[in-house]
């Protein structure tokens, strides 16, 4: 009967949590626009929705292919929606689900549990609501992981089956993490090793010095469902992009990121000599500064290896490994202080000094637990300043990472001191269970009132926080989905002369990322980037071969129903001296045929042309 009992309240607790998050979700979405973060998204999007070849695909190359399987499964059996997005916004949502739930299945009073309750919709209001409304693969999967983190971590009951069923979903987050985005996997996995281990393991000094083997460990079914997944994973993923031109095309995206993303490329007069040994003109190199990856010959892939080691090097012999270690230390310094990630951070650092000082007087295990966790989180920070690898997404992710999981620590601790003994008691022997520190309810009676006092300060923390994100997600979002109708008006006129191709400039386009909707339908469009991420892909190709082009740097002047697309303030002699070192005086120029005007920004565009 007590396990029925204790399923009866495990569902009613999740069904609850689930539909507070989905009233939540539906009072933002009436309120406020939602919008993609960046542009890796919506190019994800549009390939997993048919944009790209026209059938929706799951090679999302940054989201695994297994993830991408089931979002361009739902675009092929339910199209009309925007799965992509749903997707992203409900992992985030999943963690205001599990928050929810950790609180609603406690058997706890009616009052606590709505106070609880209410500091949960305040809290994720601070750190969720911006990602939730601008949202982002990188974050997303931030917010899975420490989902999880903090369900397994919390998960202390004596009931096997309630046990099984939270560390299970806790393992499915772990891998949803895995899959959204691997690099913040490996940032989540070592809290959640020291989560597991604190939690299941154990080491005697007596056994190590009778020379035996000193570590213990329980639970391995947990740890086994994360190999297996992890396996299971990578190895579809390794099984998806197997085929030669897929292996090329991932080992050039990698040394393109090495380039366009961290450490770029030099001027052509600065490094002439190896420009000429690799068969590049200077136009050839301006094209790659500005992103006009298509503008240049034999580029994929070899060229751009080799182009990506010198800028390595070139980077290396510039700055040694001390002064990339300041330059590091001082760009840690600036993001760890920067207003853009309040209140976020500011939680986080708050959640660190009061775990960390009611840890050291009461729970000096879960002390241990957060010392190692904050220590391993000022590692990755100073790895990522020494690396120049330090952007807004994986700072967020960091903040949130260190926020759960002191919020997690911080829960067990409490949790502790409110069942008068410590934590973990229940897999104690019963004669350190009876060993509970004298005055316990003596305590629990004179701290009752400061544990509500605290519950009130923590609801007007939260509360003011909250008030300041929504201000400041709604003027974000606000303009930027204003900003982004321009885009899509460029794209409703491609639309309407599908008999041509266009071609855009990069720099015009990089800005832009799209709006967000439920209900939306996709169609295969006539776009092509004159160089981005996504170019050369195989996917890419087929797009090119659909729509007739064979070279896209001879095609855009040979071709007459080929145009390029640019903003005004993008200077578009580039391509003119580009193509007057190809053609010479065959070369006729560009002609204007068409202008979007959007008031501050002017989209025009080009016909190039060439004596046949």
Not at 134 to 139: D, L
Request: glycine share 8%; net charge negative.
């Amino acid at each position: 009967m007590r396990r029925m009992g204790t399923k009866a309240r495990m569902a009613a607790a999740f069904l609850l949590a689930f539909l507070i998050t989905a009233v939540y979700f539906i009072l933002v979405y009436q309120s406020l626009p939602f919008i993609y973060d960046i542009n890796d998204d919506v190019a994800m999007r549009n390939v997993a929705a048919g944009v790209i070849t026209g059938t929706p695909d799951a090679h999302l190359i940054f989201v695994k292919y297994i993830l991408g399987l089931l979002i361009s499964g739902l675009y092929h059996v339910l199209p009309g929606w925007d799965w992509y997005g749903i997707v992203m916004i409900g992992i985030v949502l999943l963690c205001l689900t599990v928050i929810l739930y950790r609180g609603l299945v406690e058997k706890k009073s009616l009052v606590w549990k709505l106070v609880y309750t209410a500091a949960a919709l305040l809290l994720f209001t601070c750190i969720g609501l911006r990602q939730m409304v601008i949202f982002q693969w990188t974050v997303t999967a931030a917010f899975a992981g420490v989902a999880g983190i903090f369900l397994f971590y919390t998960s202390k009951t004596e009931n096997r089956f309630q046990n099984l069923c939270e560390e299970g979903v806790s393992v499915f987050l772990l891998l949803l993490c895995l899959s959204v985005r691997d690099s913040v996997f490996m940032m989540v996995l070592p809290a959640a090793a020291l989560c597991f281990w604190f939690k299941y393991g154990s080491f005697q000094w007596k056994r190590l010095g009778a020379r035996k083997w000193p570590f213990g460990l329980r639970h391995w079914g947990i740890l086994l469902a994360l190999i297996l997944g992890f396996i299971g994973v990578l190895g579809t993923e390794r099984m998806a992009y197997r085929s030669p031109e897929w292996q090329e095309f991932l080992s050039y995206n990698s040394d393109r990121s090495t380039i366009m993303d961290y450490y770029g490329l030099k001027n052509y007069e600065e490094n002439q000599k190896f420009y000429e040994s690799l068969g590049l003109s200077p136009e050839e190199v301006e094209n790659l500064q500005r992103y006009s990856l298509y503008l240049c010959d034999d580029l994929y892939s070899e060229t751009m290896h080799e182009l990506a080691v010198n800028a390595q090097e070139e980077y290396n012999q510039q700055y040694s490994a001390r002064d990339r270690l300041y330059m590091g230390v001082q760009k840690v310094r600036e993001h760890l202080t920067n207003e853009l990630y309040a209140p976020l951070s500011w939680l986080a650092y708050l959640s660190v000094a009061a775990v960390l000082i009611l840890g050291l007087r009461k729970n000096r295990r879960e002390f241990a637990l957060a010392f190692c966790i904050n220590g391993i989180i000022a590692l990755f920070w100073l790895y990522l300043g020494f690396r120049g690898r330090i952007v807004e997404r994986v700072c967020y992710g960091m903040f949130l990472l260190q926020l759960l999981s002191m919020l997690a620590v911080g829960w067990n601790i409490l949790h502790g001191l409110a069942s008068g003994r410590p934590e973990g008691v229940a897999e104690m022997d019963q004669a350190k269970a009876a060993k509970v520190p004298e005055g316990t309810d003596r305590l629990r009676k004179r701290t009752g009132w400061i544990g509500w006092a605290a519950w009130a300060a923590c609801l007007l923390i939260l509360a003011s926080g909250a008030v300041k994100e929504w201000k400041t997600v709604e003027g974000t979002v606000g303009w930027r989905s204003s900003y982004n109708e321009e885009f899509l008006d460029v794209n409703r006129y491609m639309a309407e002369h599908m008999e041509n191709v266009y071609f855009m400039t990069t720099f015009s386009i990089e800005t832009y990322t799209d709006n967000f909707t439920l209900r939306r339908d996709f169609d295969f469009t006539n776009l092509l980037s004159v160089g981005g991420w996504h170019t050369f892909s195989p996917l890419e190709d087929e797009k090119c071969r659909e729509l007739g082009i064979s070279d896209p740097k001879t095609d855009i002047v040979e071709k007459d129903y080929v145009y390029v697309i640019s903003l005004e303030n993008v200077n578009m002699r580039y391509m003119d001296r580009y193509y007057t070192s190809i053609y010479g005086d065959d070369y006729l120029g560009r002609e204007l045929v068409d202008t979007l005007d959007y008031g501050e920004r002017v989209f025009e565009v080009y016909d190039f042309e060439v004596r046949k």
